[in-house]
């Protein structure tokens, strides 16, 4: 059974920034391509941003595209999410998986930006 542990969120005035990160017992991360989504207060978990193994390309949902930088670091098992320039509309519960969504969905970290 695969676990995914976020990590980094916490409180921050508009315009902050923070840096998740999402690693895992299991050293698998390095062969999955990966991403984060996150859930808003009332809403359902939407994507935030892939990475594919290695690193090479990026994507990124559109209200984040400039702000936030997806990363990783396979010899750590990690992969991260840099957010610079936070908005309110940022808040909610950060998760990681696969972008397949395929395993059990870890605990997630509040990021929590105040106005």
């Known amino acids: 059974q695969v676990q995914l542990v976020e990590s980094g969120g916490g409180v921050v005035e508009a315009g902050g920034s923070l840096r998740l990160s999402c690693t895992s ?12 989504y996150r859930s808003a ?19 990124y949902v559109d209200s984040v595209k400039g702000r936030f930088r997806i990363s990783r670091d396979d010899a750590k098992n990690t992969v991260f999410l840099e957010m610079n320039g936070l908005k309110p ?5 950060y998760y990681c998986n696969d972008n397949a969504m395929t395993y059990n969905w870890g605990q997630g970290t509040q990021v929590t930006v105040s106005s």
């Open 25 to 36: 017992p299991e050293t698998i991360l390095k062969f999955l391509h990966m991403a984060w």
């Open 41 to 59: 207060p009332g809403n359902q978990r939407d994507l935030v941003a892939r990475i594919d193994v290695g690193g090479y390309i990026r994507q």
């Open 89 to 93: 509309e940022d808040t909610g519960v």
